[in-house]
């Protein structure tokens, strides 16, 4: 069945830039996501693509698809301590449900 | 008002206890979901509701029994839980079910349950 798959921590200094990685085996999929889901909260959306894009920017967010290694990333420029988060990628599925990766606790370092 | 919003915050719950978790959003959205997270792991769906009607059911035991009274509720019925049921429970919604455009899902804050 499809999969989704993240690294489980991201540790970034205040100030740098944050990568986040992920992979998804679906290669119909046609919307991939990113959810944020901050401690003790639901999940925010942050931003999504679709899949005849490659790049998308929104502020300080970065998304990037590569549809021919099924490489998914979110940038986010000048981490902040708010952007303390479990960050969750997600693929849309044939049957229009997400399938979810296993999300990436970012850690920010002073 | 673009708020999912959820009660309980929290519950606790022996085994033999009946109590209910209750969801309510007023975007107009038709389509509601209750997903399941437990720590350090991502959402998993349990139900969804489509125009009031139950679309889809992950084979959740029948001891979690969902209810969508109108377009704006919906409630998850608890009965004779075990303790490994205890985990953040969260209500979402989108305007439809087949999330043909950007698909966003409206999450609540979620209800976190312990059954002792």
């Known amino acids: 069945g499809e999969d989704v798959e993240q690294s489980l921590f991201l540790s970034v200094r205040e100030g740098d830039s944050s990568v986040i990685n992920c992979t998804y085996t679906d290669s119909s999929s046609t919307y991939l996501y990113w959810y944020k889901q901050e401690p003790g909260a639901g999940l925010q959306l942050l931003t999504y693509?679709?899949?005849n894009m490659d790049m998308k920017q929104d502020q300080r967010l970065t998304v990037l698809l590569n549809k021919k290694d099924k490489h998914l990333s979110l940038r986010i420029a000048d981490t902040q301590t708010g952007d303390s988060a479990i960050y969750f990628c997600a693929e849309r599925d044939s049957n229009y449900q997400l399938i979810w990766g296993a999300g990436t606790k970012l850690i920010i370092k002073p | 008002d673009t708020e999912v919003t959820q009660t309980p915050k929290h519950l606790v719950m022996g085994m033999t206890n009946k109590k209910s978790l209750k969801c309510e959003q007023h975007m107009g959205h038709r389509a509601m979901y209750w997903y399941k997270q437990k720590a350090k792991k991502p959402p998993e769906l349990m139900f969804v509701?489509?125009?009031?009607?139950?679309?889809i059911n992950e084979s959740v035991p029948s001891r979690f029994s969902p209810e969508c009274p109108n377009s704006s509720l919906l409630n998850l019925h608890l009965h004779a839980l075990q303790p490994e049921d205890s985990a953040l429970y969260l209500c979402a919604s989108s305007q439809e079910r087949i999330l043909i455009v950007a698909g966003e899902l409206f999450f609540g804050e979620g209800s976190r349950l312990t059954v002792l």
């Open positions: 509701y489509s125009y009031e009607k139950l679309s």
């Open positions: 693509i679709f899949s």
